[in-house]
């Protein structure tokens, strides 16, 4: 069977980590989110932790280097042998080209990208009402995906957060870096012909149904 090596593309609050989440149990490869694995590092205090903890409260994106050493070793893992869902890796050019250097080096397939396209007002509406569970890192949206009982994670029972980078500030901070740095990455594998592109707007099943018709 081909490998199932995508990344997912869009701007932040897209739905790339709940669209990857649905992906992955459907096609039985790993949803690898870099934004989860910085926050678990932030939250345990780790030497990485404490290096992307300011840049990322910021909205701006952590050093390229920072980043290449835990994407390669997360897919090096066994279980990224049928395929892996990057969310939010690559950032900008600079990571597509180290991505190829990697999957070269492991001996995988190139990767096709699925880009959610959604436009800016409605990111920051939707972002502005994302809580977050600050210790399993559960997400819920207060208009349409709220917990059970308000404020508290219906999965561990911890008070619901606003992430720092969720205040409004910082999802405009986010979107000015989206569109001079990893919106780029759209052309860059559209030229390889390895980009597909669907609404992000509807809602999530209506995004998963398009996803799942555009990657056959
Ligand atoms: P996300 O959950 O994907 O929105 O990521 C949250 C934050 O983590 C971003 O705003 C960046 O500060 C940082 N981050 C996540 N992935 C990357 C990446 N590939 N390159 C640089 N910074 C990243």
């Known amino acids: 069977m081909t490998a199932r090596n995508m990344v997912l593309l869009g701007p932040p609050g897209a739905g790339k980590g709940t669209q990857a989440k649905e992906l992955s149990a459907r096609l039985g490869v790993p949803h690898i989110s870099t934004g989860d694995m910085l926050r678990e590092a932030v939250r345990e205090g780790t030497p990485l932790g404490l ?12 050093s390229d280097e920072l980043l290449t050493g835990i994407v390669k070793e997360r897919l090096a893992k066994g279980d990224c042998g049928p395929g892996f869902i990057l969310d939010g890796y690559p950032r900008n050019l600079s990571q597509a080209a180290i991505l190829e250097g990697i999957l070269k080096e492991l001996g995988k397939e190139a990767v096709r990208a699925v880009e959610l396209e959604v436009a800016d007002e409605v990111i920051v509406s939707r972002l502005s ?18 917990p059970k009982s308000p404020g508290v994670c219906d999965k561990c029972g911890t008070s619901l957060t606003l992430r720092e980078d969720d205040k409004e500030d910082v999802i405009r ?3 000015r870096v989206y569109h001079e740095k990893t919106a780029p990455l759209s052309q860059h594998f559209r030229s390889r012909g390895a980009l597909l592109s669907v609404p992000g707007d509807g809602r999530p099943e209506d995004v998963l149904r398009d996803v799942q018709k555009a990657i056959g």
């Not at 290096?51 to 409260?57: G, I, L, P, S």
């Not at 009402?129 to 709220?146: D, E, L, Q």
């Open 51 to 62: 290096k992307a903890k300011a840049v990322m409260e910021s909205g701006g994106l952590v």
């Open 129 to 146: 009402s994302r809580r977050s569970c600050p210790s399993c890192g559960a997400v819920y949206n207060v208009v349409t995906s709220p």
């Open 173 to 175: 901070e986010r979107l």
